[in-house]
């Protein structure tokens, strides 16, 4: 996913690859204060050795929210962005047995990372998805598309509607991953969205870069 940060365009205007999923190099640094995790989904390639969807890891101390602990009423259980027609379930991410970070199995699904913030929660929540698959465009697909001042509604599990606006988009390459910013622990309720984006390589190992999608919270819903 080369390209300045800002650009808009490197998720919806990248060919799609006619190939079973994981579909894309999907590269994302969890900057945990008690772990240090790197993905990398996509073709075997990406990981000399290593087959789809496996993972580098520098394995720490275990995170700090272990995934029994997230209080069930106040996770968030579907998205919609109206513009750019998503409408989705969310299913829930934590970290598999050999600490690599889960994704979404269904193309069509967005996740929430559990470990993190949930929306509306004070801090940086996380929702990550597909761009394309052997079957078409995913989820994410046209994430890049979007503005400034777009509508996100997460509805959660208690109904209510929390709604965030979209500050500012960006594309950045897998090496410059901004772990430190996307998985933040501040002092205000903000989202992250991520997918693939940029241009593809397959002999790189997929899609080179991350479209990054940041939003602050603006309302709720109850």
């Given at each position: 996913?080369?390209?300045?940060?800002?650009?808009?365009?490197?998720?919806?205007?990248?060919?799609?690859?006619?190939?079973?999923?994981?579909?894309?190099?999907?590269?994302?640094?969890?900057?945990?204060?008690?772990?240090?995790?790197?993905?990398t989904q996509g073709d075997s390639t990406a990981t000399?050795?290593?087959?789809?969807?496996?993972?580098?890891?520098?394995?720490?101390?275990?995170?700090?929210?272990?995934?029994?602990?997230?209080?069930?009423?106040?996770?968030?259980?579907?998205?919609?962005?109206?513009?750019?027609?998503?409408?989705?379930?969310?299913?829930?991410?934590?970290?598999?047995?050999?600490?690599?970070?889960?994704?979404?199995?269904?193309?069509?699904?967005?996740?929430?990372?559990?470990?993190?913030?949930?929306?509306?929660?004070?801090?940086?929540?996380?929702?990550?998805?597909?761009?394309?698959?052997?079957?078409?465009?995913?989820?994410?697909?046209?994430?890049?598309?979007?503005?400034?001042?777009?509508?996100?509604?997460?509805?959660?599990?208690?109904?209510?509607?929390?709604?965030?606006?979209?500050?500012?988009?960006?594309?950045?390459?897998?090496?410059?991953?901004?772990?430190?910013?996307?998985?933040?622990?501040?002092?205000?309720?903000?989202?992250?969205?991520?997918?693939?984006?940029?241009?593809?390589?397959?002999?790189?190992?997929?899609?080179?870069?991350?479209?990054?999608?940041?939003?602050?919270?603006?309302?709720?819903?109850?």
């Amino acid at each position: 996913m080369p390209g300045p940060a800002g650009s808009h365009t490197g998720a919806a205007r990248t060919p799609l690859r006619r190939w079973v999923l994981p579909t894309c190099l999907f590269v994302v640094t969890l900057a945990l204060a008690t772990a240090g995790i790197l993905i990398t989904q996509g073709d075997s390639t990406a990981t000399p050795g290593k087959g789809p969807g496996q993972a580098t890891v520098a394995p720490t101390s275990s995170p700090t929210q272990a995934a029994d602990e997230v209080d069930l009423s106040r996770s968030p259980v579907s998205i919609s962005i109206a513009a750019i027609d998503v409408a989705s379930d969310l299913v829930r991410l934590g970290l598999q047995s050999d600490r690599t970070v889960q994704v979404p199995e269904d193309a069509d699904k967005a996740g929430w990372y559990e470990l993190g913030a949930a929306p509306g929660q004070v801090g940086s929540a996380v929702i990550l998805g597909h761009v394309d698959s052997s079957d078409g465009p995913a989820v994410f697909h046209r994430l890049g598309e979007l503005a400034p001042g777009a509508r996100i509604r997460v509805r959660m599990g208690t109904g209510d509607d929390e709604v965030f606006a979209v500050s500012r988009v960006e594309t950045v390459r897998n090496a410059d991953f901004p772990a430190a910013e996307v998985y933040a622990s501040h002092g205000r309720p903000t989202l992250t969205l991520v997918t693939c984006g940029g241009e593809y390589d397959r002999a790189r190992g997929g899609y080179q870069s991350n479209v990054i999608v940041y939003s602050e919270r603006v309302e709720a819903h109850r």
